[in-house]
């Protein structure tokens, strides 16, 4: 299993990023994905789920303004993320429950003027 996530960046508050996950190594199609992030200091915490049907699943705290989806074809799983807060600043990292847990590399968000 690999992932690959994509996309970070430095972005003003009310700015938008979108961030991408590239997968090998498993069946994509089948397997809920998702997006988690860890803030300094801070426990990582789960910011959106989306299962092989397409349904969806948000922390409260970004419900609104973030959007989950995947392209199957691609294996590309992507995290749009719009009016973003400086509280959004953390390192994202793409998950799979797969046997056990997989993740990313992780890519920096910062939300800063």
């Known amino acids: 299993v690999q992932l690959q996530a994509s996309g970070g960046g430095l972005v003003q508050p009310g700015g938008s990023l979108r961030l991408s996950c590239a997968a090998s190594g498993f069946m994509f199609s089948l397997n809920t994905m998702g997006w988690y992030r860890q803030a300094p200091g801070k426990q990582r915490e789960l910011v959106a789920t989306?299962?092989?049907?397409?349904?969806?699943n948000y922390v409260d705290s970004v419900k609104g303004r973030f959007t989950i989806s995947r392209l199957n074809t691609k294996k590309t799983v992507y995290l749009q993320m719009d009016s973003l807060e400086p509280e959004d600043t953390a390192v994202y990292y793409c998950?799979?429950?797969?046997?056990?847990?997989?993740w990313g590399q992780g890519t920096q968000v910062t939300v800063s003027s």
């Open positions: 989306i299962t092989s049907s397409g349904s969806t």
């Open positions: 998950h799979l429950n797969l046997r056990r847990d997989w």
